[in-house]
């Protein structure tokens, strides 16, 4: 996954922590991109939405997911404190060419991301571009655009030749133009426009309804647990808060039984059943499915039988904690893991020393990785392994019903 800049909508007093925003002072925008947009597009992208009316835009970089966008915009320091985000972005494996001997055709998708940081809406609007450019020369020199330009822009390293970079900024130039037309046709009616000054604590109910206790913890710290407001709210949701904990132990046993630990297993099944809203049927499935010893044919089929049960059902708090335990049971590394619809990111800052060790380990977390995404979707389901939370993907996994084993390569 790409580095993600952002389109953000800026920061609003605390409720109840500090006083209310004036009515006539503009939503903060913030304006950034992901994947190889040029420095000039991306004052241009400020700029328009700068325009917008109420609007002020600040250019920032997003932390990533949902959750992580929540803990520093909402959550975190006053002056980091936002009330929405939009990101465009440019996958690099949207990039798709044909050519015959005249001309190169280039696809691409760009997407527009936004959050509503006090409802938490989400909104994701793709829209595809083709351009052609005319082959001069050899066919590989157009054909290695796509390609290169990404390692290109990530590590400022020249791989291009000066005929294929000047055919680039002909295309670049053409496509960016349309980035620039299709989004201020979105912004007309975006319902990001609909952004008012942030409600942390409306963020925090939000949180708490989606099962994420543990965000919804610190928006609250960060507007003060002595806050009335907030210990009314506490009090209210502690069942929600016990069932959010609960959820995340299933999880977590679900992970270490894939990951084939079936001593932490039992030990965090334990836990799960000593908690209020614990259900005792899915405890004592697991259980059963545990009893059978790990050595046997059978131990695979009864652990099937329970992740096909319960893995869809989990919250996505859960599913996280889940796989992100799977995943250190079978690597020895806890990564942290981001997911956006079908599509996830593990980043694990050991992954690129390990993998030059380690790499069937890491193959078969991340398969397994994608697997669990698409039984919990029910479709196709891809998992990149990164380094860091917005960094270069080392490897990405592929998963859907129709196959029997994950599909895993290089990016």
């Known amino acids: 996954m790409k580095k993600l800049s952002a389109i953000v909508i800026g920061a609003a007093l605390l409720l109840g922590a500090q006083p209310a925003r004036a009515a006539d002072q503009p939503i903060k925008i913030g304006v950034g991109v992901s994947g190889p947009i040029s420095p000039q597009t991306e004052v241009d992208l400020e700029n328009m939405v700068g325009s917008l009316p109420n609007i002020k835009d600040v250019p920032i970089q997003p932390p990533g997911d949902l959750d992580a966008c929540v803990k520093r915009f909402v959550a975190g320091e006053p002056d980091d404190r936002l009330d929405g985000v939009i990101i465009v972005s440019l996958a690099q494996d949207s990039f798709h060419t044909e050519h015959d001997q005249n001309e190169a055709r280039f696809t691409g998708t760009y997407e527009i991301w936004t959050i509503n940081l006090s409802t938490l809406a989400e909104d994701h609007h793709r829209f595809t571009f083709t351009e052609r450019e005319p082959i001069v020369g050899t066919a590989a020199a157009i054909l290695s655009i796509p390609a290169q330009l990404f390692v290109e822009r990530a590590t400022g390293k020249k791989l291009l030749s000066s005929s294929a970079w000047q055919a680039y900024e002909a295309v670049q130039a053409r496509v960016e133009a349309k980035l620039l037309a299709g989004t201020k046709l979105y912004l007309q009616n975006a319902p990001i426009l609909d952004t008012g000054p942030l409600k942390p604590l409306e963020t925090a109910q939000q949180l708490l309804d989606r099962g994420d206790s543990e965000t919804a913890m610190a928006v609250f710290r960060s507007v003060g647990l002595q ?25 977590r046993t679900l992970g270490a039984m894939d990951g084939g630990d079936v001593s932490e297993a039992h030990t965090i099944l334990a836990e799960y059943e000593k908690s209020d809203t614990a259900e005792s049927t899915r405890a004592d499935s697991i259980s059963r499915a545990l009893a059978v010893p790990a050595d046997e044919h059978r131990a695979e089929a009864a652990y099937a039988s329970v992740l096909q049960r319960d893995v869809p059902g989990l919250d996505r708090p859960a599913f996280i904690a889940m796989v992100k335990q799977m995943f250190a049971e079978k690597t020895g590394s806890t990564p942290t893991v981001l997911i956006a619809g079908k599509d996830a990111v593990i980043a694990d800052k050991a992954a690129p020393a390990a993998l030059k060790t380690d790499l069937e380990r890491y193959s078969e977390a991340l398969g397994e990785s994608a697997r669990m995404m698409s039984l919990k979707c029910g479709c196709d389901a891809s998992v990149s392994l990164t380094a860091t939370e917005v960094g270069e993907p080392l490897l990405r996994a592929r998963f859907a019903p129709s196959l029997s084993h994950p599909q895993v390569g290089l990016p």
Do not use: D, F
């Open 227 to 251: 806050n009335p407001e907030v210990q009314r709210m506490l009090e209210a949701a502690q069942q929600q808060i016990k069932r959010a904990q609960s959820e995340n132990l299933l999880g």
